[in-house]
Nanobody, 118 residues
Framework: VHLVESGGGAVQPGGSLGLSCAAS???????????MNWYRQAPGMEREFVAA????????LYADSVKGRFTISRDNAKNMMYLQMDSLEFEGAGEYCC?????????WGQGTQVTVSS
């Protein structure tokens, strides 16, 4: 399984940014068979969970720190997952990675960098 994130960049506090994750390489099952996740890692910090989405995209889970400001979504027809980030704060900076657990394995993208600065 191959995951590729895009959409990172620099934004001012209070600004918005949209991330994308393109998934490919599923063999036994399709992209729509798996729940998907976003994680982030700030410099010098542990990787932390940001958001998760069920296979059909009908149920979501968010870290308390992003609730009400971030929105996770997916397009199963395009094998894509998204993260819309609004009202970004300094603490929102870091490398954002998409993640999927499939067949007992875990796959990660290479990450996309988000910088929040004034």
């Amino acid at each position: 399984v191959h995951l590729v994130e895009s959409g990172g960049g620099a934004v001012q506090p209070g600004g918005s940014l949209g991330l994308s994750c393109a998934a490919s390489g599923f063999t036994d099952f399709t992209f729509s068979s798996y729940a998907m996740n976003w994680y982030r890692q700030a410099p010098g910090m542990e990787r932390e969970f940001v958001a998760a989405l069920t296979r059909a995209g009908d149920s979501t889970l968010y870290a308390d720190s992003v609730k009400g400001r971030f929105t996770i979504s997916r397009d199963n027809a395009k094998n894509m997952m998204y993260l819309q980030m609004d009202s970004l704060e300094f603490e929102g900076a870091g490398e954002y990675c998409c993640n999927v657990v499939h067949g007992g394995k875990e796959s990660w993208g290479q990450g996309t960098q988000v910088t929040v600065s004034s």
